[in-house]
């Protein structure tokens, strides 16, 4: 069974500080990751993609992938009240290419404190 | 205006009742997914289709079908609803993938929320 991993939370942060977002994958060939907030009642809103083992930069957010470990981790600088929301991880653990799909964590539900 | 749309945007419903969601979408992408929500459960895909003649069973497809009608347009339908069919609905599409990269982002649509009593 292929299976998509995160700590449910919530996580609580002070406004400011970083949040640390965490997930595991069970396939140690996948490729294509990505890290997607949703608001309650809301859909998911992409925010990062990333492909390549390292550290990937978008604003306040950084995406940050070890392969070898197979987690991804989702870091968030400076987070604001606005930031509270569940966020969501996903993994294409299809070998085939061409045939990719997404498999999707439950979720971390973070709250920012202010 | 929406990328990607969905109608309706909430439907209650009985037990037994034949249910159409349809999903458009303005971004051109050839691959269209349907997934349902429930808590704690996360994203589960429905069905996907990555041409206009193609249609793939996802991981709970029992009780659901599907139509392409077009490139842009694809429908979900519940043919005799049942209450654990409860759930929020969302369509998504992608970019076929790059060679370099593999699979491209997936965009989704705002969401139906369906309650079957």
């Known amino acids: 069974q292929k299976e998509v991993e995160q700590n449910s939370g919530p996580l609580s942060v002070p406004e400011g500080a970083i949040a640390s977002l965490n997930c595991t994958y069970s396939d140690r060939v996948s490729q294509s990751f990505f890290w997607y907030r949703q608001y309650s009642g809301k859909s998911p809103e992409l925010i990062m993609s990333?492909?390549?083992?390292g550290d990937k930069e978008d604003g306040r957010f950084t995406a940050q992938l070890n392969k070898a470990s197979q987690y991804v981790s989702l870091l968030i600088r400076d987070s604001q009240p606005s930031d509270s929301a569940t966020y969501l991880c996903?993994?294409?653990?299809?070998?085939?290419?061409?045939?990719?799909?997404?498999?999707f964590g439950t979720g971390t539900r973070l709250t920012i404190i202010p | 205006d929406a990328d990607v749309t969905q109608t309706p945007r909430n439907r209650i419903t009985k037990t037994g009742k034949r249910i159409m969601l349809e999903c458009s979408q303005t971004?051109?992408?050839?691959?269209m997914y349907w997934y349902r929500q429930d808590p704690g459960l996360g994203l589960r895909l429905i069905y996907y289709?990555?041409?206009?003649?193609?249609?793939n069973k996802g991981e709970i497809s029992d009780g659901y079908s599907v139509s392409r009608q077009a490139q842009a347009k694809f429908s979900l339908s519940l043919e005799s609803a049942i209450p654990n069919q409860t759930a929020l609905y969302f369509c998504?599409?992608?970019?076929?993938?790059?060679?370099?990269?593999?699979?491209?982002?997936?965009?989704f649509g705002p969401g139906t929320r369906l309650t079957v009593l």
């Open positions: 998504a599409t992608s970019d076929f993938p790059d060679n370099l990269r593999g699979m491209n982002e997936q965009f």
């Open positions: 996903a993994v294409n653990m299809e070998h085939v290419f061409g045939n990719e799909k997404l498999t």
């Open positions: 289709s990555f041409d206009v003649k193609d249609i």
């Open positions: 990333i492909y390549s083992n």
């Open positions: 971004k051109g992408h050839d691959r």
